[in-house]
C-alpha cells in the first residue's frame, strides 16, 4: 500500500458520460466524490461521441406531446432483444432514465435537447417508435468552465470542421446547403468566424456541441458540486476490506495514492476497444485482434473490466455480439499519422452504395452503422478481408461529401492523391482502381439505376423507414434515400469494420452492482457505462443505446451510493433526485 492516503466517499474510475453522471449525482446527494482518469484529458469516448441518448419516457418528449405507454417501449425492445431481454434492468432503465433527465435538468449544468424527430433504427419491430425518445446535451460555452477548459478533450478531428463539432440536424444541414441556401451561409459564417476567434484567443473549439457539450456540461455540474477530478491518474488495483472493495490505487503524477472510499468505486473506464488481446478471444474474424479499427480514445483498454475481474468480477461473453459496430475508413494525414473516419451520416444520402469486392451489394445502406458492419461481416467469405467500397458520383460528393471528404466548395483532389478517395471516369476505371469485380459490379449498378431513377429500391427497400429516410435528404423526392449513380466520374472510399466501443462487460444488476460468480452483488463495487454489459444484450435497436443507458446506469450508482452512506434506499434517493430536490 502505498504511504499517502486520501479519504473520501466514492471513487468513480474514468471520466465519460457514465463516470461523471454517476460523480455528480453522487456529490448532489452529498457524498465526497472523486474522478481518476488515466488520460491527461476528462471526457473518455463520450467527447468523441456524437453525443446522442437514448432514453424513453423522457420529459422533454413529454413536454411536446409525446406520452408513450412504457409497455409500447418494452415490446420493440423485446422483438429487438429477444432471449437476451434481462427484465431486470431494462426496467430499472426505463424508470430511472426520465428521473436522470429531470434530476440533471433541474439540479445541474446538464441541459437537454430533444430528439423529437429521430426514429428507432428497425421501423418494421413492433414497438418501433418514430420520435421521442432521443434527447442530447444542449450546445454549451465552453468559457463556463473557466480554467478547466483545459481538462476537456477536444472534439474527434474527424468530424470536426478545423477543429470545430458540428451538430447533426439543422446545424450540420447548414454546412451542406451554405453554397446553396443565405441562411445557411449566414449561419456558417456566424460560427466559422467565432470559431476562428476562440482558436485565436483559446487555442481550441468553445461553441460545444454533441459528445463534447455533454462532458462539459458535466464538467461544469462537478466544479459547482465539489467534485475533485484528477487526470493522468490511472488506477492499478482495487482495495478491499473482508468482502467490500473499500477503495482503489491510483498512480498520480506525484506518485502512487490510496484513496479510501466508505461506499464504493465506480467503474467508468470505457470498456475494452483497445484491448488487442480481448478483442482477438472476443471478436469476430480478428485472429490477431487488429483487424479492426476503434473509434475510442487509446486509453479505452480494458482496465475496469481487470480490476473488475480481479475482485471476482465476470465478464458476459454471451451477448449477440461483444462490439458495437461502426463503419469507418482509414485516413492517411502522412508521416505515418493515420485517423479513423465513422460513416455515419454518407451512407443515408441519395446517389451512392456500398459494395463487397464482388462488386455486389450486401445491404440496405441507409440502416444503422451498426447494421452495416454486422451485413458486412456476414456477406464476406471466410478467410478473406472484411471490407466493403462506398462507391458515389461527382455530384455526390460536390453535395454532400463522403467519408473525409468535405462537399464543395471544400477542396478534396488531396485525397485522391492520398489513396484515400479512389476515382474513376467510369465505372470500369473505378473498379480497376479499387479491385472490384468488374461485371458484378456493372449488373449491381444497372440493377439499381433501373429502380433508383422512379426511388425505388426494391432490393433491399431502402428509404422505406422513418430512420432511413432521417439519414437521406428531404429535399431529394420521391425517395430522400435513392438516386441514381449514372453520370461519371465516380470516386469510391474502402470501409472497414471499425466500433464505437465495445458491449461485453462486467455482470451487473439493476442497481449497476457488479456480481460475482454466484451472481451476488460484491459490497462497494459498480460497474457503468461500457464497464458494464450491456443492457441491450448485443444489439443496436436505436441511435444513442450505449450513451443513453450508460448516463442512467451512472446516475443509478450515484443514487445506490449515496443510499449506502446512511442506510437510505436507493428508491428513496432516486425519488427524491426527481421530485423533492433534495437528499432525504
Given amino acids: 500500500m502505498s504511504d499517502k492516503i486520501h479519504d473520501c466517499d466514492l471513487v468513480v474510475v474514468g471520466s465519460g458520460a457514465a463516470g461523471m453522471s454517476a460523480a455528480v449525482t453522487a456529490a448532489y446527494h452529498g457524498l465526497e466524490v472523486v474522478v481518476v482518469e488515466k488520460d491527461d484529458v476528462l471526457g473518455g469516448a463520450t467527447a468523441w461521441s456524437g453525443g446522442w441518448m437514448w432514453v424513453p419516457l423522457n420529459p422533454l418528449a413529454k413536454r411536446a406531446g409525446i406520452d408513450e405507454d412504457p409497455e409500447t417501449v418494452r415490446t420493440y425492445l423485446r422483438h429487438e432483444l429477444g432471449e437476451r431481454y434481462d427484465p431486470a434492468r431494462i426496467d430499472a432503465f426505463l424508470d430511472a432514465g426520465p428521473k436522470m433527465v429531470s434530476f440533471f435538468e433541474t439540479h445541474t449544468a446538464l441541459q437537454f435537447a430533444d430528439g423529437n424527430a429521430i426514429a428507432d433504427i428497425h421501423g418494421d419491430t413492433p414497438g418501433a417508435g418514430t420520435g421521442g425518445r432521443s434527447v442530447i446535451a444542449a450546445p454549451f460555452d465552453g468559457r463556463e468552465l473557466g480554467k478547466s477548459i483545459h481538462k476537456l478533450r477536444k472534439t474527434m478531428p474527424e468530424t470536426a470542421f478545423l477543429g470545430m463539432p458540428i451538430q447533426a440536424g439543422p446545424d450540420l444541414m447548414a454546412f451542406l446547403t451554405f453554397t446553396r441556401s443565405f441562411t445557411s451561409f449566414l449561419h456558417v459564417t456566424r460560427r466559422f468566424t467565432r470559431h476562428l476567434y476562440d482558436l485565436a484567443r483559446y487555442g481550441r473549439a468553445m461553441q460545444l456541441v454533441n459528445g463534447v457539450a455533454l462532458i462539459g456540461r458535466l464538467a461544469k455540474s462537478a466544479d459547482d458540486m465539489g467534485v475533485e477530478t484528477w487526470v493522468s491518474s490511472p488506477a492499478k488495483r482495487l482495495i478491499e476490506d473482508g468482502e467490500r472493495v473499500a477503495g482503489v490505487v491510483v498512480d498520480t503524477p506525484q506518485g502512487e495514492v490510496t484513496l479510501r472510499a466508505r461506499c464504493g468505486v465506480v467503474l467508468a473506464t470505457g470498456g475494452f476497444p483497445n484491448d488487442i488481446e480481448r478483442r482477438r478471444e472476443l471478436f469476430p474474424r480478428t485472429p ?255 441511435g444513442g443505446i450505449n450513451l443513453g443507458p450508460a448516463v442512467t446506469f451512472g446516475y443509478i450508482a450515484g443514487c445506490h451510493a449515496a443510499g449506502q452512506r446512511d442506510g437510505s434506499s436507493t428508491e428513496r434517493v432516486a425519488s427524491a433526485s426527481a421530485t423533492e430536490g433534495r437528499y432525504p
Fill in 288 to 542: 490477431t485482434g487488429k483487424e479492426h479499427w476503434a473509434l475510442p480514445p487509446e486509453s479505452a483498454s480494458g482496465d475496469g473490466l481487470r480490476l473488475g475481474e480481479a475482485v471476482g468480477g465476470q465478464v458476459d461473453t454471451s451477448l449477440y455480439s461483444p462490439v458495437a459496430w461502426a463503419p469507418v475508413s482509414r485516413v492517411p494525414y502522412g508521416g505515418g499519422r493515420e485517423g479513423h473516419f465513422p460513416h455515419i451520416i454518407d451512407r443515408g444520402k441519395p446517389g451512392i452504395i456500398g459494395v463487397l469486392r464482388s462488386g455486389k451489394r450486401f445491404v440496405n445502406e441507409a440502416h444503422g452503422y451498426y447494421d452495416y458492419v454486422d451485413a458486412m461481416i456476414k456477406a464476406v467469405h471466410e478467410g478473406e478481408e472484411v471490407c466493403s467500397w462506398l462507391i458515389c458520383t461527382h455530384r455526390f460528393q460536390r453535395r454532400y461529401g463522403i467519408g473525409i471528404t468535405r462537399p464543395a466548395p471544400a477542396p478534396f483532389k488531396h485525397w485522391i492523391r492520398k489513396g484515400y478517395l479512389k476515382a474513376g471516369r467510369t465505372i470500369e476505371e473505378l473498379a480497376n482502381n479499387c479491385g472490384i469485380d468488374l461485371e458484378d459490379l456493372k449488373r449491381t449498378i444497372e440493377a439499381y439505376n433501373e429502380y433508383a431513377r422512379h426511388g425505388e429500391d426494391p432490393e433491399f427497400g431502402r428509404g422505406s423507414t422513418p430512420y432511413n429516410r432521417k439519414q437521406g435528404d428531404p429535399s431529394h423526392q420521391p425517395n430522400p434515400c435513392v438516386a441514381p449513380l449514372d453520370e461519371g466520374p465516380f470516386y469510391a472510399v474502402k470501409v472497414v469494420p471499425g466500433c464505437f466501443g465495445t458491449f461485453a462487460g462486467l455482470k451487473a444488476n439493476e442497481h449497476a452492482q457488479v456480481l460475482n460468480e454466484s451472481g451476488e452483488p460484491i459490497p462497494g463495487l459498480y460497474a457503468v457505462g461500457t464497464d458494464m454489459a450491456s443492457i441491450m444484450g448485443g444489439f443496436y435497436p436505436a
